[in-house]
């Protein structure tokens, strides 16, 4: 008999929905594991993203192993349910995954003592370590500490009262080795009227700013998949969207910088023209390259936010958090060179960056201001976990001092059969 497998991206919905994207990170998970698993027959996959939809089906049918990602949103949420699962099913394998988990492992042990129901926790890329975690799990007959006896790669647990690391994996390098999550029909049933498509065009920054997951090392080498992949991607979601959904998301760190990107914004560009889709097209785009991104939005003719983002204009603070900004001259020129053709453009900074000062801060902003952009986001300064910012030597280095805040939107009260938990998720 095939195990249930439920593999959960969740957000809050209950003042809006939090995160309104399709679940396409954890559904090339599944993807990735029935292409190479010995015996896919083995699992029966289902995929969540709403909270109310897992506990229904929690509450019709218990899940052999649940799977949750593991973001500083849904964590708090994740977990409240994976009790709830335990509740009714002591035996059930839990999983996590996501980059919500620090690089120190002092840290790391910490966390797994302190949510003891997670057997396996897969660090960085998932694709590979998912997959290999799951044909220990079949090949030790679904004995937990069986499996982690058998060092499942690129997964941390603990094992006997200690913690283990099992070892490393390599980023995937060809992108289209990981089968489509939309060819293959795993999305079908996210297209609705609230979520927003997603494509994937590459994977990794060559930029280190320390506030960022993937300000690190292991994210600096930037693998891409190939144009016929992405375009394939794209004619499938504009033939099967909800008419109502106008938006797409790409998930690209840097879109506009690279060659590749003129090629794709020239498909989304054709497919503009053939489907009235998308109207709105949702990135954050390159730190450098700036005559190329302002071609990309110019072919995408105003359905782009170019983005003129800073964190902050201070040289010092730059210098503290490895991060390379384009000059308050070039921004101007940046701001008014996409109005000329009629893009929306934004910019961004974050409060208290290490070095900075409300006079430096103030300066910022009215530089952002005076540019005109479209938009300009503030931010405080988060601890993201897995972030160089957040580890103990930064924290310690810039004598920084820090408080917890439920963050806007990623709470809510979520009715479990006869029971109404409280989450709530803090950074």
Request: hydrophobic residues 40%; aromatic residues 12%; contains cysteine.
């Amino acid at each position: 008999m095939s195990k249930r497998v439920f593999v959960s991206d969740l957000t809050h919905t209950q003042q809006t929905i939090a995160n309104n994207t399709i679940p396409f990170a954890v559904g090339t998970l599944v993807t990735y594991a029935k292409a190479k698993l010995k015996d896919p027959a083995l699992f029966e996959f289902k995929i969540f993203k709403y909270p109310d939809k897992l506990i229904e089906a929690i509450l019709n049918q218990v899940p052999d192993i649940a799977c949750f990602s593991n973001y500083v949103w849904n964590l708090d949420l994740s977990y409240a349910i994976a009790k709830r699962i335990y509740e009714r099913n002591p035996r059930a394998i839990f999983i996590f995954g996501g980059p919500n988990y620090s690089t120190d492992p002092i840290e790391q042990e910490k966390f797994l003592r302190d949510h003891p129901l997670i057997h396996f926790m897969v660090f960085k890329e998932g694709e590979i370590a998912f997959t290999d975690l799951l044909q220990h799990l079949a090949d030790n007959n679904f004995d937990v500490e069986a499996a982690k006896k058998a060092m499942p790669r690129g997964c941390h647990y603990l094992l006997d009262g200690q913690f283990k690391m099992g070892p490393f994996i390599e980023r995937i390098k060809d992108l289209d080795d990981i089968p489509s999550a939309y060819l293959t029909g795993e999305m079908n049933q996210f297209f609705d009227s609230k979520l927003i498509p997603i494509v994937q065009t590459n994977r990794g920054c060559p930029f280190s700013c320390t506030f960022c997951v993937e300000g690190l090392g292991y994210y600096n080498k930037v693998n891409k998949r190939t144009l016929p992949a992405i375009n394939a991607e794209l004619e499938f979601i504009a033939a099967h969207r909800h008419p109502d959904c106008h938006d797409l998301v790409v998930a690209d760190s840097n879109f506009g910088m690279y060659r590749e990107d003129e090629e794709i914004a020239d498909m989304i560009a054709r497919i503009q023209k053939e489907r009235d889709w998308p109207k709105y097209l949702y990135t954050t785009t390159g730190k450098n390259q700036q005559e190329r991104i302002l071609k990309v939005a110019r072919t995408l003719k105003g359905a782009l936010k170019l983005s003129g983002s800073v964190q902050s204009l201070t040289q010092e603070v730059l210098e503290n958090i490895k991060r390379k900004n384009i000059s308050a001259t070039q921004l101007m020129e940046l701001a008014q060179r996409a109005r000329e053709f009629g893009s929306n453009t934004y910019s961004e900074a974050i409060l208290a960056l290490p070095g900075e000062s409300k006079e430096t801060h103030f300066r910022t902003i009215e530089i952002i201001v005076n540019a005109k952009f479209n938009w300009v986001r503030l931010y405080t300064l988060m601890m993201l976990a897995g972030t160089e910012m957040s580890a103990p030597d930064t924290r310690d280095k810039y004598k920084m001092q820090t408080r917890y805040r439920v963050l806007p939107r990623c709470f809510g009260n979520y009715k479990f059969g006869d029971e109404n938990p409280v989450v709530a998720a803090e950074i």
